[in-house]
């Protein structure tokens, strides 16, 4: 079946450092990948998508490029912020049982960032 | 316009009780999926609906149903409650025919079963 595979947290870095979250994939067909970005007390937000092979999907700094021959989706901002604390989830698209399509998470990862 | 809004935001019940959540979706949106997220766990799909109908379902057991109206609000009910239902539900809405860049989600009701 689908999976998605996360680096483990918490992860804690000071204000400006680079940051990378590692995400690898398991899928049948060709998924397209998302992070989402949870704040506390929030919803998930859409942080940036990446629809087939070589696509690099970027918002607010943070970039992530569809890697198929590793299956992999790593997220990652040259210079972080204390507003970037968050729970960072990878996932993919696969279709439910029905029509619908389903997202399926990682476990997530939690950022900390010092000033 | 309203993002996706869900009630009640925190609830506690009881093994073996039954609980029902409510979401109303996003203005203009036409279908509703629910998701179950375990603390420390990504979320997990419960089912979807349109049009009234439920048109795909996640690995979770008949006790968990739902309702979609035709104001495309939706409940989420859950029967004889077990512990492991403790969780985070997240609601989540989207407009047939768009991407899942368009899927928006509510803030999500945690439910503690004791």
């Known amino acids: 079946g689908n999976s998605v595979t996360q680096m483990e947290g918490p992860v804690t870095l000071s204000e400006e450092a680079f940051l990378t979250i590692n995400c690898t994939y398991t899928?049948?067909?060709?998924?397209?990948l998302f992070w989402y970005v949870q704040y506390p007390g929030e919803g998930l937000q859409l942080l940036l998508k990446?629809?087939?092979?070589?696509d690099k999907g970027s918002n607010k700094g943070f970039e992530a490029t569809y890697r198929k021959e590793t299956t992999s989706f790593h997220l990652e901002k040259g210079s972080v912020q204390v507003s970037d604390s968050a729970v960072y989830f990878c996932a993919l698209t696969a279709i439910s049982s029905g029509s619908a399509r389903q997202l399926t998470f990682g476990s997530g990862t939690q950022l900390t960032v010092l000033p | 316009e309203t993002g996706v809004t869900q009630s009640p935001t925190h609830l506690i019940k009881t093994r073996g009780q039954q609980v029902t959540l409510r979401c109303s979706s996003q203005?203009?949106?036409?279908?509703v999926s629910w998701y179950q997220q375990a603390l420390g766990q990504g979320p997990q799909f419960i089912f979807q609906y349109y049009r009234e109908e439920e048109n795909g379902r996640g690995n979770f057991p008949p006790r968990f149903s739902g309702l979609q109206f035709p104001n495309y609000s939706s409940e989420l009910n859950v029967n004889a409650l077990e512990l492991d239902d403790s969780a985070l539900y997240l609601c989540?809405?989207?407009?047939?025919?768009?991407?899942?860049?368009?899927?928006?989600f509510g803030s999500g009701t945690q439910l503690s079963v004791l």
């Open positions: 203005s203009g949106h036409n279908t």
């Open positions: 990446a629809t087939k092979a070589d």
């Open positions: 989540a809405s989207s407009q047939t025919g768009t991407g899942l860049e368009k899927l928006f």
């Open positions: 899928a049948t067909g060709y998924p397209s």
